[in-house]
């Protein structure tokens, strides 16, 4: 950035971008060079700080070292190439999807423009198509015959240190969201292939501290925040002091009950910061509200899985601590708060690595008596999806109009929308709760939903270009709905989208607020000896008309982001 901006404050501050110069990108500018001869940039807000040695330790993951990715020397082991090439030939023997995926692709360009950090960057290297080839290129130069043969004219080139430096920065620039494979021809998923690569990296000890550390406290105490047992009883706890300040009503905080029919399991996000506590206590008012017989666990104290942003072992390891703590407790079955990417390891990865859980109960509502059927391997199901059929068989008393100082939009998180195919629970949830709904552009929403730019492991500080880049596309549909209805909350019912939404709301449509969906619930919830609600879990006035409006954003006055919302 060139302007005033980068004067007062840090790549890692969303203010040192200009929004203008942002949004310059020259999408029909022909590189000088070959993608092959261009080397990674890697500069302060577009990569993120490698992994804490200890915490690297601590899992069990090799080459723990300090290094910086700004340094020429990244002090990789000496038989560096032998073990990538290594971690290349075993994947292809036991991941057959992994071959497919290196063997298939035509090149026929259908994803390239579908990545939103393509779309907020430009950089070619961001096309999925490219980015694939990063690591197919290896693959065929040492793993094929034609590129044996043949080299770089059929795409083949060989493994240097520019490579390893080209993979960490454009895999740690893929948040695994699958936009790009809904519209390939041949189903190749990218994500699978960043997933691949970034196992690769971690056996040179490549990784990010945003991803590891939570996986080194997940691993130790349950959570990816590190929160010990008793601090969690006390956080959920004093959640029940800011509800009954709300409503009047006081709430339990069932803890490691055994023989409890429900195991609740959520992401830490939720526990731990705006907007995430309000969802939190959403949740906690609905299940007193309708009895239910449930638990918190202190043990599996995390629904999110950072894991799968690692290695399959890793996801798995951290995965087998719900299911071990369902067993010990003697639960029916699990019910998984508003998470994203833990849906994606329950739907499609969950019943090979640990499942099928046959000591537990299909998952039966104890509330309506609904039988979720698609659940008989995990004996797991979204909240979204629990709510849904409570309010549809009349479970809940609702009022929507207290939902009315908001107008509402639905983001569709990747992996519940893409992962799980929930696509009309949310919606239906929220025209329940809330009389103002609106719907973004419908390239940008159910299957075609743009990732929030921060998943996979993404959403810390230190990259913020990138993530504003890849925001851009969301950023742009919200401000759409902003400019033509008035919204004012982005709903979303994933831990990591409402914290990374925060950002790309506050900077690409300033003065929509993220909510998740129970919040929005709960709002409308008319619990039994509720005191007149004049305030929301918030503490703002639950009364419309003494919501404050938000200020019109200053893009709603300049015609050219207008011109750019209506193109998403
Ligand atoms: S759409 Fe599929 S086949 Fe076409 S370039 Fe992309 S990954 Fe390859
Ligand atoms: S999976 Fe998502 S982030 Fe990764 S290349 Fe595809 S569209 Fe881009």
Redesign the pocket.
């Given at each position: 950035m060139s302007s005033g901006h980068e004067k007062k404050f840090k790549p890692d501050q969303m203010e040192y971008y200009d929004r203008d110069e942002l949004v310059q990108i020259d999408y029909r500018r022909v590189p000088e060079k070959g993608w092959m001869d261009e080397p990674a940039d890697i500069r302060h807000g577009n990569f993120i700080y490698p992994a804490n040695p200890q915490k690297l330790e601590y899992i069990g993951f090799p080459n723990a070292r300090h290094w910086s990715p700004l340094e020429k020397d990244w002090k990789l082991p000496s038989n560096w190439k032998e073990i990538v090439l290594q971690g290349i030939r075993e994947r292809l023997d036991k991941y057959r999807s992994f071959k497919v995926?290196m063997d298939?692709?035509?090149?026929?360009?259908?994803?390239?423009d579908?990545c939103h950090f393509y779309i907020g960057g430009g950089d070619p290297k961001n096309?999925?198509?490219l980015r694939?080839e990063l690591l197919r290129s290896i693959y065929r130069n040492d793993f094929t015959t034609a590129g044996k043969l043949l080299g770089k004219m059929v795409g083949a080139r060989p493994l240097t240190i520019d490579v390893i430096k080209e993979w960490f920065l454009y895999f740690y620039q893929c948040t695994e969201c699958r936009r790009?494979?809904v519209?390939?021809?041949?189903?190749?998923d990218?994500a699978e292939i960043t997933m691949m690569a970034r196992e690769l990296l971690n056996l040179l000890g490549i990784n990010i501290n945003w991803i590891i550390q939570p996986v080194a406290d997940c691993y130790r105490t349950g959570n990816h925040l590190g929160i010990q047992p008793h601090g969690l009883k006390d956080t959920l706890e004093f959640f029940t002091e800011d509800i009954e300040e709300a409503t009047g009503v006081k709430v339990d905080v069932p803890m490691n009950k055994k023989g409890a029919d429900i195991l609740f399991v959520t992401p830490s996000g939720d526990f731990l910061a705006e907007p995430g506590i309000y969802t939190c206590m959403g949740y906690m008012a609905i299940f007193h509200e309708l009895g239910l017989n449930y638990t918190w666990s202190t043990y599996a104290s995390e629904g999110g899985n950072f894991g799968f942003f690692t290695s399959a072992d890793m996801m798995k390891a951290l995965n087998s601590k719900i299911y071990a703590e369902a067993k010990r407790l003697g639960v029916k079955w699990i019910l998984g708060g508003e998470c994203g990417h833990m849906w994606r390891v329950l739907h499609q990865y969950m019943d090979t690595m640990n499942g099928p859980a046959d000591f537990l109960e299909v998952p039966v509502s104890p509330i309506t008596g609904t039988r979720f059927e698609h659940a008989r391997s995990t004996k797991m199901i979204h909240i979204v999806e629990f709510l849904a059929d409570a309010i549809k068989h009349g479970k809940l008393k609702l009022d929507p109009t207290r939902n009315d100082g908001r107008r509402v939009t639905f983001h569709d998180s990747c992996n519940p929308a893409r992962g799980m195919g929930m696509l009309e629970e949310p919606r239906y949830v929220l025209k329940n709760v809330c009389n103002n709904f609106f719907e973004m552009p419908s390239n940008t929403i159910r299957e075609q939903t743009f990732c929030c730019g921060g998943g996979a492991g993404l959403g810390t500080e230190e990259n913020m270009e990138v993530r504003l880049r890849g925001g851009m596309p969301r950023g742009n549909a919200v401000r759409h709905v902003q400019e033509k209805h008035d919204v004012n909350v982005l709903a979303a019912c994933c831990a990591i989208d409402r914290a990374t939404l925060t950002n790309v709301c506050d900077y690409w449509a300033p003065g929509v607020k993220v909510s998740g969906i129970s919040e929005l619930v709960a709002n409308a919830l008319v619990m039994k000896g509720e005191k007149a609600r004049e305030i929301d879990f918030r503490k703002e006035p639950m009364r419309p008309e003494e919501l404050v409006r938000p200020e019109e954003p200053e893009a709603a006055k300049d015609p050219k982001h207008a011109k750019e919302a209506a193109h998403v």
């Open positions: 995926f298939i692709c035509v090149r026929c360009g259908a994803c390239a579908k096309m999925p198509v694939a790009c494979s519209f390939c021809p041949y189903g190749i990218t």
